[in-house]
């Protein structure tokens, strides 16, 4: 079996003024997810995404929500820990959030700010 479908997902820090930010952001796995047939065969990890002189980011990530895959508990949610680590004019953390990526995502593509906007509804 394969392993889950990739989703790029993008994304563009600036500040108020519309200027890019440095810094990156981390994707790291919330569990670890195994192969229902496979069970030597897993997705676990972080997957950095520095930003570009734009502020922006692109990264293509594995899926959560894909048939024939769970957690090595059976119970737990597959998602993405996303941390913020972008340097900004506020001395504000930006506090990590645990996001779904679904495989159903419209053209293979999902923007940060929607799946935040998601795990926070």
Same mark, same amino acid.
């Given at each position: 079996m394969a392993l889950p479908p990739k989703i790029t997902v993008t994304g563009k820090y600036t500040d108020q003024l519309g200027n890019p930010l440095a810094g990156r952001v981390v994707f790291a796995a919330s569990v670890i997810l195994v192969n229902a047939t496979q069970p030597d065969l897993a997705v676990v990890g972080a997957w950095p995404?520095?930003?570009?002189?734009?502020?922006?980011?692109?990264?293509?990530?594995?899926?959560?929500?894909?048939?024939?895959?769970?957690?090595?508990?059976? /119970?737990?949610?597959?998602?993405?820990?996303?941390? /913020? /680590?972008?340097? /900004?004019?506020?001395?504000?953390?930006?506090?990590?959030?645990?996001?779904?990526?679904?495989?159903?995502?419209?053209?293979?593509?999902a923007t940060l700010a929607s799946l935040i906007a998601a795990a926070n509804a």
């Open positions: 995404a520095n930003l570009d002189a734009t502020g922006s980011f692109s990264i293509a990530l594995y899926a959560t929500d894909a048939a024939g895959w769970d957690t090595t508990d059976g /119970q737990a949610t597959f998602k993405y820990r996303v941390t /913020q /680590q972008v340097r /900004q004019t506020s001395s504000d953390p930006v506090p990590d959030v645990l996001i779904d990526l679904p495989s159903a995502s419209p053209g293979g593509t």
